[in-house]
């Protein structure tokens, strides 16, 4: 499979939504994992960046959800 990509490129496709802007691809050849980093560079996704990752991932989580709440708070407000 990895004479394909040597061939024609990696074939990434997003795995992962980590935050708005920060993702997690996988080759869908060679299972070759890449990450976004701060910079918005495609970096090669290692032990360090996906437990990062996994932290970004659940503040961006609790951020929304919090956003909901509020968001749930204004319109009930509204309503009421
Ligand atoms: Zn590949």
Known sequence: M???CNLFGHNFEV???VTYHVKEYKCSH???ELTTNGNG???ALTPKYREINSILSRIHT???SKLNREELHRT?????
């Open 2 to 4: 990895r004479l394909i």
């Open 15 to 17: 795995s992962r939504n």
């Open 30 to 32: 060679c299972n070759k």
């Open 41 to 43: 560079n495609l970096i």
């Open 62 to 64: 609790k951020r929304q």
């Open 76 to 80: 009930y407000k509204m309503t009421s």
